[in-house]
DNA sequence: TTGTATGCGTTATCAC
DNA sequence: GTGATAACGCATACAA
């Protein structure tokens, strides 16, 4: 392994020269230049990152924390962190809290214990975690954003889709396929957030008046329990505000009968893979999950090097035709 | 921020003692233990990972390079990675090639200038991807460890699915079910793979005759090309090598008519979520990929720790039974 | 324009 | 059992 030392001796200038060559702080003449560029190429020089982030007090490393690797909603996000921070030449870690055994306080010391630069949480819709431990961290002054979790601003940069829009966009869209009676499917989501897909909702049809709700308990028979409850309401259109749960959905619809679009319109929640798989393909709306990892990324950077940087970030989501609406 | 020093004055001992008592390398008086602990819980003493691997020249960073983070299939495999690392106090890095605009000489400079413990590289199917920078990082003794593609041993420990397994598997299961034309679908592969499939499909029928190989180019209109290619040999099952495909291939039966299994049974190789997912539900053959992301983080753990690891190692496919065979 | 010296927080080698 | 002290590779304040 050779050193800034190595190079210095072979080059016959002070370590010093080196390094602040290295780093552009100083205009070398020509001369020391060329040898100190023989050296390096001579010698193989690698610099060493893990010196320079002792010395300096801060790495080149941020963090990720979200609930699943393996789920085409989540590596979105997670994909256009990765190209975001690669393009600025910051690594990522990325720590996947269902599958380590650690719990949350275990990962956030090990971010502490290993200087990260910053730490992007991406949140659930359906809860607000990782809010305390986010609370912690903000306390030891590490960057921080929170990704994908709606909510009012409470000191730390939030990032999200605009949900009201999304569910005006989602529920004017059937309206204007003819659909009047429309559902709002969901599993179990807190009331605030409710709200805001309600309030789209009202936005969408531009009345005044309450759509029917629908929950999705864990473990449950569609055919069972959701399709009669939509079929006793003479439902002619559906929002699923979660897209996996939209697929079963349609699936289970297939089952019974019912055909899609004619006798009930789906539209879900969200566009991945999935929803352009499911037969038949879902309309959907789209939250823009990659760009909402890129600016996720963006705001931890500008936070890392002190630049202002944006305390709320709202992704206008935006409608996807297909064939289910 | 306190460091071994703070904890060493506060509890009136040497530095050295403290390091060595936290590293479990000296056994202390009763008393002094007591005295350390309570400085350590006073001033809240939070380990640095960075100077000591400064000065143990080796970090707890394993890297991961995949071609894609939001692919069902490589996110199964680094899932299972993440797990075993978690479990084992190490951090993971991920590089995804496809979306940095780094080349792949970049990403292997960052992991020397980073002292990375180990690599694990995930290649593709089709084509010997990162062979060549396995070989380079070879030679600067960074353990390794390359994924979910088949070759003969080259020096470096190798982990993939047993094809020609998966093949037989998959055949014998569509032959058992009555389907004795059958076709093996395939994106563009290398004739090395294509054999092992071949090979396993003859173990499957217990016959020795040739499949019909359909070849998917790139961006072909299924319903166009492979569909009446599959009519035209009267083939009354397809056994495709890519689960994607799988699905695509089973909408365009489903638009022509064709009826799955009863027309022409389907199977696919891979078992993520959108086989579940299709309609019908797939039947496939599961190629393990959790499980071939855990063992890949156990033998580059063993590596890292000078343990003795396996050169090659294999992993069973299983048959998952659903509804298109 | 270049060099000297010090320290980042830790481990490891001695010595006591 | 415990303590000085020298590295690890680099950045930087201060000299020259």
């Not at 449950?220 to 996996?244: C, K, M, T, W």
Request: hydrophobic letters at 45%; charged letters at 25%.
């Amino acid at each position: 392994m050779t050193t800034l030392k190595d190079i210095a001796k072979h080059a016959n200038v002070s370590v010093a020269t080196v390094s602040k060559y290295l780093s552009f702080d100083l205009a070398v003449k020509k001369e020391t230049e060329a040898r100190i560029q023989a050296a390096i190429k001579e010698l193989g020089y690698v610099p060493n990152v893990v010196a320079k982030a002792l010395k300096r007090k801060e790495t080149f490393n941020v963090a990720v924390i979200v609930p699943k690797i393996n789920n085409l909603y989540y590596s979105e996000i997670t994909s256009g962190i990765s190209q975001t921070l690669g393009k600025h030449q910051y690594n990522l870690f990325i720590y996947e809290v269902d599958q380590l055994h650690l719990d949350e306080d275990e990962i956030l010391q090990l971010m502490r214990e290993n200087m990260i630069a910053g730490i992007i949480f991406i949140g659930l819709f359906s809860d607000e975690s990782f809010k305390e431990s986010i609370r912690t961290v903000v306390g030891w002054e590490i960057p921080v954003v929170y990704a994908n979790r709606y909510m009012p601003f409470d000191g730390f940069p939030l990032l999200y889709p605009d949900l009201v829009q999304a569910s005006k966009l989602g529920t004017a869209y059937l309206a204007s396929k003819g659909n009047s009676r429309i559902a709002l499917v969901h599993k179990r989501l807190p009331d605030r957030l409710l709200d805001l897909f309600v309030e789209g909702y009202r936005q969408g049809i531009e009345e005044d008046r309450e759509p029917l709700l629908v929950a999705i308990e864990e473990g449950v028979d569609y055919s069972q329990s959701i399709i009669p409850a939509l079929v006793e309401h003479r439902i002619d259109g559906v929002f699923v505000l979660n897209e996996l749960s939209a697929v079963y959905l349609a699936k289970a619809m297939a089952q019974a009968n019912i055909r899609i679009p004619d006798d009930m319109a789906v539209l879900s929640l969200g566009n991945s893979l999935i929803s352009q798989i499911s037969t038949p393909e879902l309309t959907c709306v789209d939250l823009q999950n990659r760009e909402l990892g890129v600016r996720s990324a963006e705001i931890i950077l500008s936070q890392i090097r002190k630049q202002p940087f944006e305390a709320v970030t709202v992704l206008e989501p935006f409608l996807v035709e297909r064939s289910s609406v």
